[in-house]
């Protein structure tokens, strides 16, 4: 069934949107060696690595495949930290550091001791959580 009404030019074009503010954030991408830390769940299994680098600014949370909904839950205070930490403007390894000594930890997750360490690259420690 056809109409011979024309398409309203509304429903036709593409619809432009531009985003003019929000939350100030770390960048997510690092060309050079990152810190981490470990994050584990009550139970000691690891949920995920924060990890930061000054050079360019960066800072994220990078989680192992195959986690349960109530892992990567217990995550999101992880990434909450990040957001807080840039919006108080902190450096990345400076937010790592107050991480690293038990800032963030709370009942559903912590900071493993002893975790800081360097990975070579982003894709490196994106390797370590992937198992490999």
Not at 6 to 24: K, L
Not at 90 to 111: C, I, K, Y
């Amino acid at each position: 069934m056809t109409s011979d009404r024309p398409i309203n030019p509304r429903f036709a074009e593409d619809m432009w949107f531009s985003q003019v503010d929000g939350p100030p954030a770390y960048s997510r991408r690092a060309d050079g060696p990152v810190v981490y830390v470990s994050i584990a769940d009550r139970t000691g299994s690891t949920i995920g690595y924060v990890w930061a680098n000054d050079t360019d600014d960066a800072a994220g949370w990078v989680v192992p495949p195959g986690l349960s909904a109530s892992a990567l839950n217990a995550g999101a205070s992880w990434l909450r930290a990040l957001r807080s930490g840039k919006a108080r403007e902190l450096g990345p390894t400076v937010l790592l550091a107050e991480l690293a000594r038990g800032a963030n930890d709370n009942e559903l997750s912590h900071v493993i001791p002893g975790s800081l360490t360097e990975a070579p690259t982003l894709a490196a420690l994106r390797e370590l959580a992937a198992g490999g």
